[in-house]
């Protein structure tokens, strides 16, 4: 490509050089008009050489474009994607689960990303690993996304989608196989049964008041499909979609009062008493099939370090990524 544009480069100059050379366009243009040459050049260098050169180039692009739109080898998986205002659905259809904003999937294996959406458009974009594929109502776009190396990828939202658009944040966790086929078989199971009295009373305040209705927790009579499935949602990496960390404190800013800290977003305050925050607080946080020590946060291999501003407690404490290790990727 060099060399070829090197010599298009030395024609055009030498071209204009002999145009603009004193001596030779007194002698022949002004005298004998234009040589009948320079019309057969206009026409061989303007037209003839830039079509075959555009043709050639165009089959080139056309073949890598398809190539680059299917996976190399058969996909290991498919992952749905739904987007909502302001979060992401995630659907593994095989193994009937459903979670949000995290997308686990096996490294090193391709996988197919079905995109939908719930309501306007919105965009995928997971810059580590892929370009952007909107989300478009009506329609299913397909792509597909392969990690190399365990970590976390963050995702974002790449299409302005109404208030909190930047707040619409994702993350592809690439798991080794055997951690990633751990995850999928507890992720399927229902809801884990409260242990203690307070995360027992928390279910009854949460199957008892509004979160019904929009929250789906597997297992239980909450079947409401508004806002994120919450079955596993001790296990996830954010609240509300990447707004927050994902820890006691902050479920207890985001349930009794999340537009403080995503203004605009579609789950209202919802007035509990103080004993009643705590229950349920203690209720979602076991809700986390990894409790007994392996969490899939701040501990997949090879994942980013996260870490929490402004922690003083009463203060939400935002998800924001530091220096990560040599070797590993970053968020
Ligand atoms: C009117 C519907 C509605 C009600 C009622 C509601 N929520 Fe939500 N909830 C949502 C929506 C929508 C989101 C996603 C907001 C976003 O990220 O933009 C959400 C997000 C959440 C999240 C964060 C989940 C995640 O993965 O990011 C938790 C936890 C939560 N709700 C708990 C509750 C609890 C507990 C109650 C009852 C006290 C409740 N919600 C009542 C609609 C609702
Ligand atoms: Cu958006």
């Keep these: 490509m060099f060399w070829v544009s090197a010599l298009v480069v030395a024609v055009v100059t030498a071209l204009i050089l002999i145009g603009v050379l004193p001596g030779r366009r007194r002698s022949t243009t002004r005298d004998k008009g234009t040589p009948r040459w320079a019309g057969r050049l206009v026409i061989l260098g303007g037209v003839v050489v830039p079509v075959a050169v555009l043709a050639v180039l165009w089959a080139f692009t056309l073949s890598d474009m398809s190539a680059l739109s299917q996976p190399r080898r058969l996909v290991a998986m498919k992952v749905q994607v739904v987007g909502h205002q302001w979060w992401w659905e995630v659907r593994y259809p095989r193994q009937g689960i459903v979670t949000a904003n995290d997308i686990h999937i096996p490294v090193s294996r391709p996988v197919e990303v079905e995109l939908t959406t719930d309501d306007v458009i919105h965009s995928f974009w997971v810059p ?39 707040n619409m944040i994702f993350y592809v966790v690439a798991d080794p196989p055997d951690t990633f086929r ?22 009854e305040v949460f199957l008892s008041s509004a979160c019904v209705g929009c929250h789906t927790i597997g297992g239980t009579e909450a079947q409401g499909k508004v806002g994120p499935d919450l079955t596993h949602v001790g296990d ?14 902050n479920l207890a800013i985001w349930i009794s009062d999340s537009q403080s800290v995503k203004p605009g977003n579609l789950m209202p305050p919802i007035p509990l008493r103080p004993d009643e925050l705590e229950a349920v607080i203690a209720f979602l946080e076991g809700l986390d ?27 939400a404490t935002r998800l924001s990524c530091s220096s990560s290790p040599p070797g590993s990727r970053p968020c």
Excluded: F
């Design 182 to 203: 751990q995850w999928l078989s507890r992720e399927g199971q229902p809801a884990a049964t409260p242990t203690g009295s307070a995360a027992t009373r928390g279910r």
């Design 289 to 315: 099939w990894s409790r007994s020590g392996k969490r899939s946060r701040g501990s997949v291999p090879g994942s980013t370090p996260w870490t929490t501003s402004g922690s003083e407690s009463g203060t």
């Design 128 to 166: 580590q690993l892929t370009g952007k594929t909107d989300l478009i109502s009506g329609r299913t776009n397909r792509m597909w996304i392969q990690a190399d190396r365990p970590g976390v990828y963050r995702g974002q939202c790449a299409e302005y989608c109404g208030l909190q658009h930047a």
């Design 236 to 249: 996830r990496i954010s609240i509300g979609a990447g707004t927050l960390s994902n820890t006691p404190s």
